[in-house]
């Protein structure tokens, strides 16, 4: 095969430029312009296209796109939405310390973008908010040592677990109480790169912070949590782990605005509203 002089040039300037390094720190959103959906890389106000899929070496298309013109979505989009229960000591309170993970799963129709409404429905009564860190899978993950856990990390994003209480205590299982449809905000972005074992978490209702703590204090932490869940659920890129919420919650109201603000990663805000019957 004969190459031009320009083609190796563009190989060795250019390709270098548009490839990616997982290990940086780089915010990755997902988002929709003119119907069509993109992954991109935030850089302040603007978005430097990817083609590809986010999980499998994408590349910088050249073009940028300022953040004001796109909708965001989710940033990923998982085909299992798993959490963990009971993960800090100031969310226990006075109950024993679980001596085994307590985990649950949610489902992906409960994930919901930054900024799109929480929808409180017809018969909850007791809905709370439950700021999370998030981790986002990179890479097929089955029974992975507590070691190897990293490499299988793509990076975390913030989220809200988002619980009705009563529900939780007369249902069988928790369908209703975590699973429910808008019940899994999650954004604005994906970050890679980031300490996730010292970040700092917090949660305003309305503005005033309700929830604060750093994720050093996680009783099983993200390596740990990644590695066990491997051991009964394999896990593919883009599946995403709740990982628990840190002192007290409190019941949200129609028109209450919850934000979720993970160091390094950004604020995720959503408004609750009362869904239509």
């Not at 997982?22 to 988002?31: E, P, S």
């Not at 850089?43 to 899929?53: A, N």
Request: glycine share 8%; hydrophobic share 40%.
């Amino acid at each position: 095969m004969n190459l031009s002089l320009s083609s190796i040039l563009y190989c060795l300037i250019l390709l270098p430029n548009l490839a990616i390094a997982q290990k940086d720190i780089l915010k990755f959103v997902r988002y929709e312009l003119e119907g069509k959906e993109s992954y991109g890389i935030l850089k302040g106000e603007s978005i430097e296209e990817l083609q590809g899929d986010l999980f499998s070496a994408p590349v910088k298309t050249g073009s940028t796109v300022a953040l004001s013109r796109v909708n965001l979505l989710a940033p990923c989009s998982p085909s299992k939405v798993l959490a963990v229960g009971l993960n800090y000591r100031s969310h226990i309170g006075d109950r024993p310390i679980p001596d085994h993970m307590g985990l649950f799963a949610k489902y992906p129709t409960c994930i919901i973008a930054h900024q799109a409404p929480i929808l409180m429905p017809s018969d909850a009564t007791d809905l709370h908010y439950e700021g999370e860190l998030v981790v986002v899978i990179g890479k097929i993950a089955s029974k992975i040592s507590v070691a190897d856990a990293p490499d299988y990390i793509f990076g975390v994003t913030a989220g809200n677990d988002v619980s009705e209480r009563n529900w939780q205590k007369i249902d069988l299982q928790w369908l209703r109480a975590k699973g429910s449809d808008t019940f899994g905000p999650m954004g604005p972005a994906i970050v890679t790169g980031l300490d996730y074992n010292n970040l700092l978490l917090q949660t305003r209702l309305n503005g005033k912070v309700v929830q604060s703590e750093r994720s050093k204090d996680l009783i099983y932490s993200v390596d740990e949590i990644v590695s066990y869940i491997s051991h009964y659920v394999t896990m593919f890129p883009g599946d995403v782990i709740f990982t628990g919420t840190p002192g007290s919650t409190q019941a949200m109201q129609p028109g209450d605005i919850v934000e979720i603000e993970l160091e390094g990663v950004g604020v995720l805000s959503n408004t609750v509203q009362r869904a239509e019957k």
